[in-house]
């Protein structure tokens, strides 16, 4: 565990946010390269990617806040303090999805173009988020006693470094949901298989969250998310085919 990667006088680094940002630079050089294909200027897709990470920031700090409001109401300065951790993916998400769809409207550019070119980079980013999360000890795993079972100082006993399993997951389709984006035959395909993707990671990783309790049966919240997910993501892949298939217009 290592929260601080190094302090400059008084200012410290965070390793959460170094890599954080790490993967968002990372994901905007391959996608600048990728750009051309998808008929969008480089610059815009700087643009495009900046705020669109910016949007998903705060709705991912805003949901965790409001998860955590008993500790984060006595300490109202600690809701900006984004570089320590904290954060909820599925608001990211949310916000993220709202800003596109503005987006979208703004530039008048089909909203599921959009989305198919982001999606495997959000895996790649999200990835590097994961192993920032490692490093700050937060989002941790269950109790485990597993060779590579690891141990934080926060915590008694060692534990699952499941933020490592979800890190190596969010590689592991980045490059599938590139392969699928490259011979998609419809706006949308991309999408909704990320949505499908991550979310049968999402729920069977939670078996080895330790943060995360059950709210109902047997299931945590973001399990229930992640079902969401999942039906969402096969229901849209179905729906944008069929609508392919019959030559209507999809959004």
Request: aromatic residues 18%; hydrophobic residues 50%.
């Amino acid at each position: 565990m290592c929260p601080v990667l190094f302090r400059l006088g008084s200012l410290e680094i965070h390793t959460y946010g170094v890599c954080v940002a790490i993967g968002v630079l990372l994901s905007l050089m391959f996608m600048r390269k990728r750009a051309a294909q998808e008929a969008l200027p480089a610059d815009e897709t700087v643009d495009l990617v900046l705020w669109f990470t910016v949007a998903s920031f705060i709705g991912a700090r805003f949901f965790y806040v409001v998860q955590q409001w008993g500790y984060y109401s006595g300490n109202l300065p600690g809701i900006f303090a984004i570089w320590e951790g904290g954060l909820i993916f599925y608001g990211g998400g949310a916000t993220g999805l709202l800003f596109l769809w503005l987006y979208a409207k703004w530039k008048k550019r089909p909203l599921l173009n959009l989305t198919d070119f982001l999606a495997p980079y959000v895996a790649l980013a999200h990835g590097f988020g994961r192993i920032g999360c490692f490093l700050n000890g937060c989002c941790y795993g269950k109790f485990s006693t597993v060779p590579w079972a690891v141990s934080f100082p926060a915590l008694p006993e060692t534990v699952h470094p499941v933020q490592l399993y979800e890190a190596g997951y969010n590689f592991l389709i980045f490059p599938l949901l590139l392969l699928l984006h490259g011979r998609k035959r419809f706006d949308g395909a991309t999408t909704a298989m990320y949505f499908f993707l991550y979310g049968i990671g999402r729920f069977a990783l939670e078996y080895f969250r330790g943060d995360n309790q059950p709210v109902g049966l047997g299931l945590t919240l973001p399990q229930f998310v992640s079902l969401f997910f999942i039906a969402g993501g096969l229901a849209g892949y179905a729906v944008l085919w069929g609508n392919h298939a019959f030559g209507k217009k999809t959004i």
